[in-house]
């Protein structure tokens, strides 16, 4: 299967502004690669280009096998969008918002309907059809925007920052539609800024910052590079902390490198890679005897992924020309050695 | 072009050659979207009251107001013959205002967006836009007639002159609204192109012979308000209603409907085309 997405070179600036300097990517054919990337670092700026409502200044860019400067008008057919900011039309309802996008694809005024009726049910919209867009929740407005962007069977979907500002509740209900589209074999480009989101959805992931891309490669394996999760304990007593830290780290448990004590949030953070050592972990601690209050892993956040990648945190301002930046240009070989490499630069 | 559509994902569904949008295809994506702007106003009402009542409060405020002073007391009914026809000329110019605010909004949610990255001519957008707002301002004009017949106006024409009159101003007002899609494409905010284009308007209707005869202006303003496409527009409007010379106004107006779409019509598309 050749790739759905082929990014070459991509250049676009904004006056000093790089907000892509020379970016590749693939997505292949039925994947989701994630864009993952700080505010500011071109996620949206490649969406805007690959979905031509911006020209690049340098480099091409393919979209199932359409030029994106050459063959727009093809390209507008095979791809569907769902931006930042909901692009459905507040005043009118959803049943109507879908069947303009049916009729704007030149489908019948009866395929039209039962489109939109179709994907209405589908996103669980129907009760809600009849009511002017404004009235939506932002779960509902973003799944409307989702069901607007499905109408044209798309083969390429742009997801740019599909759960930005959503609570998580509504987060977790987008995320699982999206699922189901890539359950249904949809190709999607999914700009993010949340680690755990790239890690739901992304099948792999590129990192983006400022305009470049500095590490690229599967899920799995940029997760191994940053780490995995970080499991949390917070002993009953914090004096404790210490020596659980101690414990561990004389029973050398199998992949668990070693544990940090953070006495402000009274917690020890242990870095683990798999749910036995999670298991394993607790375990030890319990049969030592120490008092366990409570417990919970989360994902490396981007600061942290940036950090173990380039060895900063990602710069929100988007100025060029710091340290890890030297060998990012380049797309070639796994991320592990990569980020090695860069990880050298910057220490 | 039917039910496979629906199903095929490949490009091959493109009926058109190389992407180009077929007349006919391009006809119903201007309906889809002219319904859209229709639905626009049905859901938000309030939007139609520039053209519900302003037709009817100027028209009180002119003749009453201005009616005496300028035809002199108790002849007021002589001003409503001379006013309506310029008030016509000015209500195509108000009501296609709004065109400016609309594209701008659209542009600030990310709707316009979605249209941008569909298989549409771009300009059928704009080109519905203009349907609906053509018909704002059959309704306006129709308001305004209603009121100029019950303080008493009287065609002494013919009601083929009289639509002829309410089709020029029509004209002249899809003309202007290529100036306020310019605008609106430009400006930053909504409320910024009503004020750009108040203070446009303000000059230009003021300064012609809508409201009163240019006869007492001094010359320097009378040069202004001979070549101010809307005092021509009035002139045609009246003396199509009322009889009277038209060929110069009709054509001077006509003139600048058609100067004013070939210069900014291309603009406003391209300006459309590239906004980022």
Not at chain 1, 306 to 318: R, V
Not at chain 1, 329 to 346: R, W
């Amino acid at each position: 299967m050749g790739a759905a997405v082929e990014v070459r070179g991509l250049v676009k600036h904004y006056g000093e502004t790089k907000a892509l300097d020379g970016v590749d990517l693939d997505v292949r054919q039925g994947t989701v690669l994630g864009v993952l990337g700080p505010n500011g670092a071109g996620k949206t700026t490649l969406v805007r280009v690959l979905s031509t409502l911006i020209q690049p200044d340098a480099g091409s860019a393919r979209v199932a096998g359409y030029d994106v400067l050459k063959q727009p008008r093809q390209l507008r057919r095979v791809i569907g969008l769902t931006g930042q900011y909901a692009s459905v039309d507040e005043k009118l309802s959803g049943w109507e918002n879908l069947y303009m996008i049916g009729r704007l694809l030149d489908l019948s005024r009866k395929d039209a309907r039962s489109r939109a009726d179709g994907l209405l049910e589908r996103f669980s919209l129907t009760e809600a059809s009849k009511r002017p867009a404004s009235g939506y929740s932002g779960g509902m407005r973003r799944r409307l925007d989702l069901a607007a962007s499905m109408i044209g069977n798309p083969s390429v979907l742009y997801l740019d920052e599909p759960t930005t500002g959503l609570d998580p509740r509504t987060r977790n209900e987008v995320w699982a539609e999206v699922k189901r589209m890539v359950a249904e074999g949809a190709t999607v480009l999914l700009t993010t800024q949340y680690m755990e989101e790239a890690e739901q959805l992304a099948d792999e992931l590129t990192v983006i910052d400022r305009g470049r891309v500095i590490a690229n490669g599967r899920v799995d394996e940029l997760k191994a590079k940053v780490g995995g999760r970080t499991l949390q304990i917070r002993p009953i007593d914090t004096v404790t902390l210490p020596a659980m830290s101690a414990a561990l780290a004389d029973a050398g448990l199998d992949g668990v490198a070693g544990s940090t004590v953070d006495r402000e949030e009274g917690v020890l953070n242990v870095p683990i890679l798999s749910d036995e050592q999670l298991t394993a972990v607790v375990g030890l601690l319990g049969t030592r005897g120490f008092g366990i209050a409570g417990i919970g892993t989360h994902l490396p956040s981007l600061d942290e992924v940036f950090l173990s990648i380039t060895g900063q945190k990602p710069d929100q301002d988007g100025q060029p020309g710091s340290a890890g930046q030297s060998v990012s240009g380049e797309q070639s070989g796994s991320a592990t050695e990569k980020s090695d490499a860069e990880q050298g630069v910057a220490a | 072009m039917s039910a496979a559509v629906i199903t095929t994902t490949a490009p091959a569904k493109a009926q058109s050659h190389e992407g180009r949008i077929g007349f006919r295809a391009n006809l119903r994506h201007i309906g889809a979207l002219a319904r859209r702007n229709m639905l626009q106003i049905k859901e938000d009402p309030e939007s139609m009251f520039d053209a519900v009542l302003m037709p009817i409060i100027f028209t009180l405020l002119f003749v009453f107001v201005f009616g005496g002073a300028i035809s002199g007391k108790g002849h007021q009914q002589d001003y409503v013959n001379y006013v309506i026809p310029g008030l016509m000329a000015m209500m195509g110019m108000n009501i296609s205002m709004a065109v400016g605010t609309g594209v701008n909004q659209d542009f600030s949610t990310g709707v316009m967006d979605r249209f941008r990255t569909m298989p549409i001519a771009r300009s059928s957008v704009l080109i519905a836009k203009i349907i609906v707002e053509i018909g704002r301002m059959l309704v306006a004009t129709t308001i305004l007639l209603v009121m100029g017949f019950i303080l008493g106006l009287s065609i002494s024409t013919s009601v083929f002159h009289l639509l002829a009159a309410v089709a020029l101003s029509m004209v002249f007002g899809a003309s202007l609204m290529w100036i306020f899609i310019l605008l609106g494409l430009t400006m930053k905010t909504a409320q910024a192109v009503q004020g750009v284009a108040m203070l446009v308007l303000m000059p230009l209707q003021f300064g012609s012979s809508i409201f009163a005869p240019t006869t007492t202006m001094p010359g320097w303003l009378q040069s202004f308000t001979d070549v101010n496409p809307l005092s021509n527009l009035a002139d045609s409007a009246r003396n199509l209603m009322n009889g009277g010379p038209v060929a110069h106004s009709v054509l001077v107006t006509l003139a600048w409907s058609v100067g004013i779409t070939l210069v900014t019509a291309p603009l406003a598309v391209r300006k459309f085309r590239n906004k980022t």
